[in-house]
């Protein structure tokens, strides 16, 4: 609280018993957010009439004892109380009032990658006086410095959040955003990552010609590079299976002819083993029902990949890169991952995971 005090006596001393005349006036903050209220109170003896001034404020102005203003806008903001005294005389005081602005956490980046130095950098807005950070897999995980260096040891989806503080008001408050170490996942973590309990029903299944086998996909925790989840494929042997997504076109990616590309992921089995390949295809069906097409056309069926992958017990990381010279179109509106087993003949559980594109250029 501020407390100014002013006062002045009757010329020829003091006088005896109560002032006449007695300039007082106090305000109940001189720091304050915007929108607050601050009471400005005049408590002067003798005055006859008063003067407040409030720049930007709400009210502009008062001549009542005692104004609630508050400031919609950040700032230093001056007002001032001038008063009239029964005798016809005047006095004015001046208050510098400190306006903070609402209390917003943000922050930006460096450009990431893999074994880097990432730069944050906090922008937050209302002045916090106190930092906490959050990095999934990164070194270090966490952080109270304002603006901390992180480093990931492989290219990954994370979501970075900060959890900024102010003691003048004792306000906290948090902001997340997904950040991507190394170029972005043109594919989703929540599907072709398998993220989402639900990400086995954004894929088409099937084995060979029988259909496919009900809970044969699933997800279960204990995912690649620090993931929570992995795919687990009950494989039953005997014939060739397949898994895409095609046909939920909001977890798929366009690609663009000429253009490099990047397809990833993590692989391991119950049995070390062999699997056919692992790729990224593009396909628009000529049987599609209008509403799946969105008013796109037919495309006919484009792929890259990784093949013949041989399979261990343990996580393996596996990457290849192509440049699309040959895309018989300009654009693939539809490019999706599509993968394989077709050389086990015996029953086998896959974990495939962190099935990632990206482009490169």
Request: proline share 7%; net charge negative; hydrophobic share 35%.
């Amino acid at each position: 609280m501020a407390l100014f005090l002013v006062h002045s006596c009757d010329e020829g001393g003091v006088a005896e018993g109560p002032r006449k005349k007695e300039f007082l006036s106090r305000i109940s903050a001189d720091r304050a957010v915007v929108n607050d209220d601050i009471i400005f109170t005049d408590l002067s003896l003798g005055a006859v009439s008063r003067s407040w001034v409030f720049e930007g404020g709400d009210p502009l102005s008062s001549s009542s004892p005692e104004v609630y203003v508050s400031f919609p806008d950040a700032g230093i903001k001056n007002c001032s109380l001038e008063v009239t005294f029964s005798d016809g005389s005047q006095e004015t005081q001046n208050f510098t009032i400190e306006i903070l602005p609402e209390l917003v956490a943000s922050f930006t980046y460096a450009e990431t990658g893999a074994n880097i130095p990432i730069q944050f950098t906090d922008t937050s807005e209302g002045e916090p006086d106190g930092w906490s950070w959050v990095f999934p897999g990164g070194t270090p995980a966490t952080s109270t410095e304002r603006n901390p260096i992180v480093t990931w040891p492989s290219e990954r989806e994370v979501t970075v959040s900060l959890t900024v503080s102010r003691s003048f008001d004792d306000i906290t408050t948090s902001y997340e955003i997904p950040v991507s170490i190394g170029p972005p996942n043109l594919w989703t973590s929540e599907a072709q990552g398998f993220e989402h309990p639900d990400s086995p029903f954004w894929w088409q299944t099937w084995l060979g010609g029988g259909g496919w086998p009900a809970g044969s996909l699933t997800t279960v925790s204990g995912g690649a590079n620090d993931s929570a989840n992995t795919a687990r494929i009950a494989y039953p042997g005997g014939s060739t299976w397949n898994m895409i997504t095609r046909d939920t076109r909001a977890h798929n990616a366009v690609i663009f002819k000429g253009k490099t590309y990047k397809i990833s992921f993590y692989i391991k089995a119950q049995t070390a083993t062999t699997i056919a390949f692992v790729r990224f295809a593009n396909q628009i069906p000529s049987w599609w029902p209008d509403a799946w097409k969105n008013g796109d056309p037919d495309q006919g069926f484009y792929s890259q990949g990784i093949y013949g992958i041989n399979v261990t017990t343990a996580w393996q990381y596996h990457e290849a890169q192509f440049t699309l010279n040959d895309l018989p179109y300009d654009v693939g509106l539809n490019t999706f991952p599509d993968i394989e087993l077709s050389g086990p003949v015996s029953p086998n559980v896959i974990f495939i995971d962190e099935v990632r594109l990206q482009q490169l250029d």
